[in-house]
């Protein structure tokens, strides 16, 4: 009897260790290990207590924050921080790797309760979407250049580029209103539905920059299928302190430079006030071969702000002033259709002058200034009220080629103002639930100056959004989390607008859109087109931790987006992409399901990414070439805007490998494919397939390192004809010939390198320099998503010195 009670004790003993975290027989040789630090200014908190619930583990933090556990075996375990200025927290943790995890809590106010925890400096904005980073030293390498430019280094990320210097982010092979971005909490409105409209924004006064991969972001809006750019400025410190950095730029290719300086003053009383500058000047860029005449610009940008963040309540004010004149090149405007054809197919374009700084017509002229308000207060049951009202003013010139002086009359003139305000509330529910409720509104006016002597492209037009969304997110560990969020907008757009009664009845307008008439002036026909639509986002998507390191996500994304004013009512010629463009008053709205699936595997020395999508599109609005018109500025081709149904699907890779502690690799990969299923052709301007490899060694003394990066780029093998013929005259006989836009060019290979050296650290300042070498090999070769590729090739090597120093 006593022999079958000890075996039955046994028995029970042996079942209670296999359902506890502490196994027997386990291999107990994992570490957890990390640091407390001060939520707001990122101080380490010294004598916070962990323990582990159910066990005799504990760890209690030393000076600079740091907490080890060791000897860890696999399993669920229940952590309790407890400090004596803090309130504790309980969280599950599952260990099946070594792992870090950094705590923020909240030192000073015991009355705040939040407590974040993060595995890296910048917070996620979605859990389960794919997402991209740039942090604060990749930017400034590209501080000289625009922001599309420094996105081309991330693996799904392209550039649609009109030339040399004008410059627009495509995501997935999407771009223009399909592709958000966010500069300090609120979207920017500055006529980004045209190719050529580069995002009015510098760089340089922004920390961090994150790319969220679809419209997953819905606090941001839910029009936005491509994703969201969200930038960011560094967070303030509470205490009293002075500190900023100047980046000088000075490059061989256009024979100019850049500088910028931002400063940032902070109180312990969470005060503070910042500001920042910067300035552009280049000439003429230069191809391998040849100067690319009237390519040079000039931009000056500046910002101010100021706040107070005392943590659980908070304000800022912003002012920003961006501005910039581009050249448009020059061999692009051309004076007839057989000029047209001849530029086509010719190897050099058919203008090129010496180098100059002079900025002639063509060009464009921007200017974008932003005024910006919010405030946020923190309640006690863990909730968080903000509000946020932006005002933008956007002014757009084009130049274009004309007689006499009227060269220096704008053709195209356009001022657009937008009010936006917005409201959200976070709070959380149990331990393991967070939501999000918000409203936005915007009241946009757009103005077409008459005065310009030439039709307007875009006409005056009002727009109203009215907007609500709810998200969720319920992370009960720290290996899976369920992310979710509904949002739903209404858009209201009225436009007054001109046309040519015979255009009018020959697109069919007149029977379908005769409610839209308002007046016959003979020849013209006044019109009021009134467009209300109402749109619907959705967004929901898991995350699952494997152990070893292994994580995998899967999002599914619902996006709406109205057309925009560029595709609903485009009228005429386009200076910058020197192309004459058509809109669409039947186009409805784009409705567009995205899935997208992640495994990324992470290790202390390699890190790899998988990220496939698709995406099946309703009435996708795109712009393609139909032909050649002649006008009396010229010949060019224009472009109509339709609607088809389309396919998209693609995949992001990614791989980091440190193969010694000095020496890194690093390779990236992506592929889009996009089809439209009602012609059954390829859809035109997506990226080819393209991949990017660095290698990086970093010296012994971390006093400089040197980076070699290779870049390839594919032929487009997919692309719709659209080529198309005109009648010429060869020996006195009429000959049609055929005018080649659709062949993407050949294959190309760019090899770039960076060298960096450390020239001083010290408590007051540290100084580096950078020597990079763009193309290398000087090769000569164009883009398939360049609009400018027919007349020019793509600039030639480029030698860039910076300076950068840090106070």
Not at 397 to 421: C, N, P, Y
Not at 476 to 486: A, I, Q, T
Request: hydrophobic content about 35%; some cysteine; proline content about 3%.
């Amino acid at each position: 009897m006593k022999r079958s009670v000890f075996r039955l004790l046994i028995f029970v003993v042996v079942i209670t260790l296999k359902g506890s975290p502490i196994l027997y027989g386990q291999s107990c040789n994992y570490s957890l290990k990390g640091n407390i630090l001060d939520l707001h200014d990122q101080s380490p908190i010294f004598g916070a207590l962990i323990t582990i619930e159910g066990t005799t583990f504990f760890s209690q933090t030393d000076e600079f924050g740091t907490y080890n556990f060791e000897n860890l075996c696999p399993g669920t375990y229940l952590f309790l921080i407890e400090h004596p200025q803090c309130d504790s927290l309980k969280r599950k943790i599952t260990i099946r790797q070594n792992q870090v995890l950094n705590f923020k809590l909240e030192h000073h106010i015991n009355e705040l309760e939040e407590i974040t925890v993060s595995d890296s400096k910048l917070e996620q904005i979605t859990n389960s979407a794919q997402e991209a980073r740039l942090n604060a030293d990749q930017i400034l390498e590209y501080s000289s250049k625009s922001l599309a430019d420094a996105l081309n280094t991330l693996s799904g990320v392209s550039v649609l580029r009109t030339g040399n210097s004008i410059a627009k982010p495509l995501i997935h092979g999407m771009y223009g209103s399909r592709v958000g971005i966010v500069s300090n909490g609120m979207r920017l409105r500055d006529q980004e539905w045209g190719a050529d409209h580069a995002p009015n924004i510098d760089l340089n006064a922004f920390e961090t920059i994150q790319v969220v991969k679809g419209a997953a972001a819905l606090k941001y809006g839910g029009d936005t299928p491509g994703g969201i750019i969200v930038l960011a400025p560094a967070k303030k410190v509470l205490k009293d302190s002075l500190y900023g950095n100047t980046v000088l730029n000075m490059e061989t290719n256009g024979r100019g430079g850049s500088i910028s300086s931002r400063w940032v003053k902070t109180f312990k009383s969470g005060f503070y006030y910042s500001g920042q500058l910067t300035a552009k000047r280049f000439g003429d860029f230069q191809a391998p071969n040849y100067n690319l005449t009237n390519t040079g610009l000039q931009e000056g940008n500046l910002s101010f702000k100021l706040g107070s963040n005392r943590i659980v309540e908070g304000w800022e004010f912003n002012y920003s002033r961006f501005s910039n004149e581009v050249g448009i090149l020059r061999a692009a405007h051309i004076g007839n259709i057989q000029d047209l054809a001849t530029a086509l197919a010719s190897n050099i374009p058919l203008r090129v002058n010496p180098f100059t700084y002079d900025i002639n017509a063509p060009k464009q002229q921007g200017t974008h200034q932003n005024i910006q308000i919010s405030y946020f207060s923190t309640t006690k049951n863990q909730a968080k009220w903000k509000w946020e009202y932006s005002y933008q003013i956007n002014q757009r010139k084009e130049f274009d080629v004309r007689r006499g002086t009227r060269s220096e009359l704008a053709a195209i003139d356009l001022k657009l103002q937008t009010h936006a305000l917005s409201g959200n509330y976070t709070w959380k529910k149990f331990e393991n639930w967070k939501y999000e409720w918000g409203i936005n509104s915007l009241l946009q006016d757009n103005f077409s100056n008459p005065n310009t002597g030439v039709k307007r492209l875009i006409p005056d037009h009002l727009k109203i959004e009215l907007g609500s969304y709810i998200l969720g997110v319920y992370k009960p560990n720290n290996m899976f989390s369920w992310d979710w969020g509904l949002r739903l907008d209404g858009v209201l757009i009225d436009a007054l607008k001109y046309y040519d009664e015979r255009d009018w009845i020959e697109r069919g307008y007149a029977d379908e859109f005769e409610l839209f008439e308002i007046q016959d002036m003979g020849t013209q026909l006044l019109t009021n087109p009134k467009f209300n639509f109402l749109n619907i986002a959705g967004q929901t998507g898991v995350v699952f931790g494997f152990g070893k390191g292994f994580e995998s996500n899967v999002s599914y994304i619902l996006s709406q987006r109205a057309p925009n004013a560029s595709e609903l009512f485009s009228d005429g010629l386009h200076h910058s992409l020197a192309t004459i463009e058509y809109g669409n008053l039947r186009l409805q709205k784009e409705t567009i399901h995205k899935l997208l699936l992640g495994v990324s595997k992470t290790s202390d020395s390699f890190q790899t990414t998988i990220s496939p999508y698709v995406s099946k599109a309703k009435n996708y609005i795109f712009i393609v070439p139909r032909g050649l018109e002649q006008t009396i500025r010229g010949a060019f081709p224009f472009w109509q805007y339709d609607a088809t149904n389309a396919l998209f699907f693609g995949i992001d890779l990614n791989a980091d490998l440190d193969l010694s502690p000095e020496l890194n690799f690093n390779w990236s990969a992506s592929y889009t494919y996009a089809q439209d299923l009602e012609a059954n052709l390829p859809l035109i301007s997506i990226p080819p397939f393209n991949s990017t490899q660095k290698i990086k060694y970093t010296s012994n003394s971390k006093k400089w390192d040197l980076e070699i990066a290779h870049q390839r780029v594919s032929k487009q093998l997919r692309f719709p004809d659209n080529n198309f013929k005109f009648n010429t005259i060869k020996m006195g006989t009429i000959v049609p010939e055929t005018v080649d836009i659709s062949t993407p060019p050949e294959s190309f290979n760019k090899l770039d390198m960076i060298f960096s050296l450390y020239l001083k650290r010290s408590k007051i300042l540290k100084s580096y320099l950078k020597v990079m070498i763009k193309n290398i090999t000087n090769n000569d070769y164009r883009d398939y998503l360049n609009r400018f590729r027919y007349y020019a090739a793509e600039n030639g090597r480029n030698i860039q010195l910076q300076l950068n120093f840090i106070y």
